[in-house]
């Protein structure tokens, strides 16, 4: 079993930053793909990024590249989400989301059915 503990949520004016936490529990964290994903008030969860096992070339929906930025430290089982630039529409809950990657495939998963375990989301409101 996976647990997932996001951190970080808060209120930020428009322009402002903010840097989510995602700690996991298990011996798997090294071996899994690391989303982040959001749901606005009324809206449907969407994909916001990815982070591969190793941590390179993390992939990000357009809405948010060039602002967030997704690192992970595989020797304290922890997945962050740096934003920047925060605009009133990245208000959200935000979800980190966990998925035991078991081939070599260089192939991202943006789904959220495609993440078996998640956390219980973090809310960051960004006011104008």
């Known amino acids: 079993q996976v647990q997932l503990v996001e951190a970080g949520g808060g209120l930020v004016q428009a322009g402002g930053s903010l840097r989510l936490s995602c700690a996991a529990s298990?011996?798997?964290?090294?071996?899994?793909?690391m989303g982040w994903f959001r749901q606005a008030p009324g809206k449907e969860r969407e994909f916001v990024g990815v982070?591969?096992?190793?941590?390179?070339?993390?992939y990000y929906a357009d809405s948010v590249k060039g602002r967030f930025t997704i690192s992970r430290d595989n020797d304290n089982n922890t997945v962050y989400l740096q934003m920047n630039s925060l605009k009133p529409e990245d208000t959200a809950v935000y979800y980190c989301?966990?998925?035991?990657?078991?081939?070599?495939?260089?192939?991202?998963?943006?789904?959220?059915?495609?993440?078996?375990?998640w956390g219980q989301g973090t809310q960051v409101t960004v006011s104008s």
């Open positions: 989301a966990a998925r035991l990657r078991l081939d070599s495939g260089r192939y991202y998963y943006t789904r959220s059915n495609e993440y078996p375990y």
């Open positions: 982070i591969s096992t190793s941590g390179s070339s993390p």
């Open positions: 298990g011996r798997t964290f090294s071996k899994s793909d």
